[in-house]
């Protein structure tokens, strides 16, 4: 008996061991002309990127990571003011002296060092092309009647990595900005209902401007095995599905 007790204790602590060793969150590889790019999903609509040495937090939010074990940014990219996508403590905890910060105007006051992107803007930041691209509600909107993201006050994002160009859409629709986009290798488009897009609305927008990879992000209660029903034998689209609810 003492035996078998002793032979369980070692599978149990042997099992806690695995799962300790397992990482918390999943990582992609893009692979580019000037290296890889390394996507870390944190969850909700935060991201981690490393490129060319370089370490890229998108949309900090500490309630999907523990921010205080993970690499300083080089750079801060905010999609808009919320919450869930402007961290203050989150940013603290990363933020290191030479840290760059990209952010909207929405979000100055928080971050009154942040190099301001308005609707449309490119500006190269650290060696990295970025464009802002609109971000808004068209359908979706609180009781009164205001969208839940207004057109003007929050950006996605194309940052240019080698010969890759990444799209995170931030909260938004599928916009008439969204659809115009060209060549666009990976994107992220939210589907968090009722702020942002339904699977139909993603599908839509991808249908048009076509990205290679799309990333469902930030999609709540979404079930994103939805897209991918409905982009299922779309070629030249790969949906793939990470944890990031």
Do not use: W
């Amino acid at each position: 008996m003492f035996k078998l007790v002793l032979a369980l204790c070692f599978l149990v602590l042997g099992l806690a061991g695995v799962a300790a060793a397992q990482p918390k969150h999943e990582k992609d590889i893009i692979p580019t002309a000037k290296g890889d790019l390394e996507i870390t999903f944190l969850g909700h609509g935060t991201l981690m990127m490393t490129f060319g040495g370089k370490t890229i937090h998108v949309d900090p939010y500490g309630d999907v990571a523990d921010y205080g074990s993970l690499p300083k940014a080089d750079l801060v990219l905010v999609t808009h003011e919320h919450f869930d996508h402007l961290d203050q403590d989150a940013c603290r905890a990363i933020r290191a002296p030479g840290t760059a910060v990209v952010a909207t105007k929405a979000c100055a006051a928080t971050l009154p060092d942040a190099v301001i992107l308005a609707n449309g803007d490119t500006k190269t930041v650290l060696g990295l092309t970025i464009e802002a691209v609109p971000a808004y509600n068209i359908a979706h909107k609180r009781p009164d009647g205001n969208p839940f993201h207004p057109k003007g006050s929050g950006n996605g994002y194309i940052i240019t990595f080698g010969d890759k160009r990444v799209y995170i859409a931030g909260d938004t629709e599928n916009t008439p900005e969204m659809k115009a986009l060209k060549g666009i290798d990976v994107a992220f488009l939210p589907m968090n209902l009722p702020y942002t897009m339904t699977p139909e609305q993603v599908a839509d927008a991808a249908k048009v401007f076509r990205p290679k990879i799309l990333y469902p992000y930030h999609y709540g209660d979404t079930d994103p095995a939805r897209l991918a029903g409905l982009l299922k034998g779309e070629k030249g689209i790969e949906v793939r599905i990470r944890k990031l609810s």
